[in-house]
């Protein structure tokens, strides 16, 4: 069992600048891919930014390319979003997920593990 705790959310202006954190507690950490997805209200959730077990390769959507970037600290059992140049569309909450397989790192349904999630808003 792996527990994920997501924190770094809040309000904050077209333009600036946020950066999620997301703690993991039970299992090796450092044995798990860890992604960010994100779910508007009224909408789907989608895919945001992975990175793999060891931090060697890094994947992202194409909304957030550029302007966000995923990194892993495995000593501090932490995985952070770096989200930049943020506009009102990256209204979202913001969730850590963390898988132990093989799937696409694309694909919700192949992490095993869900933090409860934090909110972003950008204001226009």
């Known amino acids: 069992q792996v527990r994920l705790v997501e924190s770094g959310g809040g309000l904050v202006q077209a333009g600036g600048s946020l950066r999620l954190s997301c703690v993991a507690s039970g299992r090796t950490f450092s044995a798990y891919g860890m992604g960010w997805f994100r779910q508007a209200l009224g909408k789907e959730r989608e895919f945001a930014a992975a990175?793999?077990?060891?931090?060697?390769?890094?994947y992202y959507a194409d909304s957030v390319k550029g302007r966000f970037t995923i990194s892993r600290d495995n000593a501090k059992n932490t995985v952070y979003l770096q989200m930049n140049s943020l506009k009102p569309e990256d209204t979202a909450v913001y969730y850590c997920?963390?898988?132990?397989?093989?799937?696409?790192?694309?694909?919700?349904?192949?992490?095993?593990?869900w933090g409860q999630g934090t909110q972003v808003t950008v204001s226009s």
């Open positions: 990175i793999t077990w060891s931090g060697g390769s890094t």
């Open positions: 997920a963390a898988k132990s397989n093989s799937g696409s790192y694309y694909r919700s349904s192949t992490y095993n593990y």
